[in-house]
């Protein structure tokens, strides 16, 4: 069977120096994934190629595996080694340009600096956008610190892939239960928190342009839609002010992928309520297995000309490649 074409966009690396950062996230996920996750983290030759090439992966756009130096608490080290991981990154692209792309690394402890990198590394080193590793000491991307932040995301036009971490701190609902805390479930309450902070702060009314994306079709969000603006028109909402409902902003900032999540049912209904323009396939490599993802959206029930957009085209709109 011939395979769609496929752009792949939560696709994950790592660097010798970079994996004391990612050791934390350790006690998310089980010890024998983890050791085989390393070496093929760091592989950027057969390996990532094959499995990309059995699925019909035309482009992967590779990311630092999180949480990177979002989780440095010295912010001068911070901006070093995400221009360090860049460069890492940007060294692999020119050798593969036409397989491989990037989402910048960046040193959000710093928005200035973060806003220089990401531009540095969009004009200079030929990636797509950036990935941020959810919050940064406590901080999150709806903070005021954030706007030379999100006036160059602007100017540069490029997405923000929000990946998931863990909050600051671990609040007492997990008490007592560590399966929990990671990708099962605080990952996603988590990241969809950050996404509607974004969306509720006004964030894309001030920056009509700004792109975000989301993986996991979305964190649970599309199935939420119309509750979202259900509610919101009868919330207690003191200062706050909107343009438009809730809902509109995923329909005009907001993208999602299937990293980590090969389901029909969460398919449809990212399709449906945002539209078919704003679900891209995606694999989260290695942490996802490429033949479950690929033979899933291979045999999801869509389209042809869905399946075209999810698969390729709308990535392609959306990096610009
Ligand atoms: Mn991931």
Not at 26 to 36: Q, R, Y
Not at 292 to 304: F, K, N
Request: glycine share 6%; aromatic share 10%; proline share 7%.
């Amino acid at each position: 069977m011939t395979k769609t074409p496929k752009i792949a966009l939560e696709e994950h690396f790592l660097h010798p120096d970079f994996v004391d950062y990612w050791a934390t996230t350790a006690p998310n996920i089980s010890p024998s994934l983890f050791g085989k996750a390393r070496t093929a983290l760091e592989d950027f030759g057969e390996m990532r190629l094959a499995a990309m090439d059995s699925i019909g992966v035309e482009r992967a756009i590779l990311s630092l595996a999180g949480p990177g130096v979002q989780a440095e608490t010295r912010t001068d080290t911070a901006v070093r080694l995400a221009r360090k991981a860049n460069d890492v990154l940007a060294e692999q692209i020119a050798r593969r340009p036409e397989r491989y792309g990037g989402f910048a690394h960046l040193a959000m402890q710093s928005p200035q600096d973060a806003a220089d990198e990401l531009e540095r590394c969009v004009r200079e080193l030929g990636m797509q956008g950036a990935m941020v590793n959810g919050q940064t000491g406590g901080a999150y991307l709806d903070d005021d610190r954030y706007a030379p932040f999100w006036e160059r995301v602007s100017d540069l036009e490029v997405p923000v892939y929000i990946h998931p971490n863990n909050p600051p701190e671990q609040t007492h609902m997990y008490h007592a239960h560590p399966e929990l805390w990671g990708p099962v479930w605080s990952w996603t309450v988590e990241t969809a928190t950050h996404a509607l902070r974004l969306v509720f702060a006004g964030t894309f009314d001030r920056y009509p342009g700004a792109r975000l994306v989301l993986g996991h079709l979305g964190e649970t969000l599309p199935y939420l839609m119309w509750r979202l603006d259900s509610r919101w028109d009868i919330s207690n909402r003191g200062e706050m002010r909107l343009e438009r409902k809730p809902s509109d902003y995923f329909r005009q900032n907001i993208w999602v992928t299937t990293s980590g999540m090969c389901a029909d049912a969460p398919l449809r209904c990212a399709l449906d309520m945002l539209g078919p323009e704003r679900v891209m396939f995606s694999v989260d490599y290695p942490f996802e297995r490429s033949a479950e993802a690929g033979d899933w959206i291979e045999a999801a029930p869509l389209t042809e000309r869905e399946r075209a957009q999810v698969c390729h085209e709308n990535a392609r709109a959306l990096l610009k490649l």
